[in-house]
Every structure is written in structure tokens, then in C-alpha cells.
């Protein structure tokens, strides 16, 4: 009887910590499954990867850089981990290239101290917006065009899709990886840049090579493109 007491026990107890290990290997799929790692401490994903504070630590993420608009979902974890959020919109002709500077100069500052941990850059999907920041970031330390780095990016990443700001990616190749509003608007008038991108930054903005853009582009959102689009 004894003996059979036994065996029961140390079958549940097996039955439990396999469900236990089971657990563990589905809750490490979730952070897997929704994030790629692009090149060494450096992980592009979609807002899922970014859900479970546990699972961010296990991979040493300790920034967390969103281009894109979000709400109560992000900031979920904020004093856990840094964040720094780009009001990015997903459509073609959307200024990104202003909060490439920002989001590279963490990447770059983030991986250069392996002390101080890893990064993960995400959107919505990752599939768009994040991509292109990272593709900014491979461009300026690979050194690399704006097809091969976003090649390079796709290679580790296969899901992302066609870059909506791949004229955006190529305008912070030929500034040297530095947005200046100045640079910007007289690459604009230069006819050899003129392109979609150009045309419909004017069209929604009201652009002229007056009208100042800088670096705190997010502060000026509002006066830009009104919330109610």
C-alpha cells in the first residue's frame, strides 16, 4: 500500500513538473514568436513581444523604443523598463526620418555597454515602422545602403513588408545620419530628389522651406496633423 502511495506521488509529481516545463517553453514562445533578434542584443517585434515583463527580462531587454502611436497597453510596464515612444503614423509619405537620430543614438548608446542591457524596438506589428528604424540603424553602423540594410533587417525578420519609408531610408544616407529641417527642405528642391515622398510631406504638412521642423517633431504633431485624423 505504502509502496503504491509512492508511486502515485512521484507520478503527479512528474505529471507536474512536466506541465511546469511545458508552461515555461510556451511562455518563452511568446516573446520568440512575436520578436526577432536583428543583430546581438538589438530586437525588432510587434507590440505581443513587448507584453510580459518576465519574459523581457529573460532576454535582458532593458529599452523598449515604440515608433508609433500607442496608449494604455504600452506604458504597461513603464518604471520597469526605459521607453522612448515616436507618435509615428503607418502611411506612406509619414515623416519618420525625423525620429531616426533619437531612436539610433539609444540603440547605439544602449549596445555600445553590454552592462547596460539589451533593446527591443517595436510597432504595432513590426512590420513597417519599427523595421525602418532599425534599418536606419544598421545603415549608420554597417555602413550600408538603404536596400541592403533593409535587406539585411528582412533576412532575420521575414515577415516585415515592403518599406513605406524607404525614401525616407535613402534621405538619411545621403544627409550623413543627420536630420536637419534645413537639409531636408533644400533636398527637396533640388529636382534630382524630388520625389513622391517630397510632394506628399508638402501636401499634408503645408510645408515650405520657411516652415521650421526640428527634432521635437512630436511636440508640434498636433498643429501638423490635427487628432481628429
Known amino acids: 500500500m505504502a509502496a503504491s502511495m509512492k508511486e502515485d506521488a512521484d507520478k503527479i509529481a512528474a505529471e507536474e513538473m512536466a506541465r511546469e516545463k511545458l508552461l515555461q517553453v510556451s511562455k518563452a514562445d511568446k516573446f520568440t514568436q512575436n520578436a526577432d533578434e536583428i543583430v546581438p542584443g538589438l530586437f525588432l517585434g510587434s507590440e505581443n513581444a513587448a507584453s510580459d515583463p518576465e519574459l523581457l527580462h529573460t532576454h535582458g531587454i532593458t529599452h523598449i523604443l515604440v515608433p508609433a502611436f500607442t496608449g494604455q497597453k504600452t506604458l504597461l510596464h513603464e518604471g520597469k523598463f526605459t521607453y522612448l515612444i515616436w507618435p509615428i503614423m503607418d502611411v506612406p509619405g509619414f515623416p519618420i526620418i525625423w525620429c531616426f537620430p533619437a531612436f539610433v543614438d539609444t540603440i547605439e548608446r544602449v549596445l555600445a555597454d553590454p552592462i ?6 517595436h510597432c504595432a506589428n513590426g512590420v513597417s515602422r519599427s523595421p ?4 536606419a540603424y544598421i545603415m549608420k553602423t554597417k555602413n550600408l545602403d538603404a536596400n541592403s540594410a533593409f535587406q539585411f533587417v528582412r533576412k532575420k525578420r521575414h515577415k516585415i513588408s515592403n518599406s513605406k519609408f524607404g525614401e525616407q531610408l535613402i534621405l538619411w544616407g545621403k544627409l550623413g545620419y543627420k536630420v536637419d529641417s ?34 521635437a517633431f512630436s511636440g508640434e504633431l498636433q498643429t501638423l496633423w490635427p487628432a481628429e485624423h
Open 116 to 121: 547596460i542591457g539589451n533593446v527591443l524596438v
Open 132 to 135: 525602418a528604424v532599425v534599418a
Open 182 to 215: 534645413a537639409d531636408i527642405m533644400d533636398k527637396a528642391n533640388q529636382p534630382a530628389e524630388k520625389n513622391v515622398f517630397f510632394e506628399e510631406l508638402r501636401r499634408k504638412y503645408s510645408i515650405t522651406k520657411q516652415k521650421k521642423m526640428t527634432a
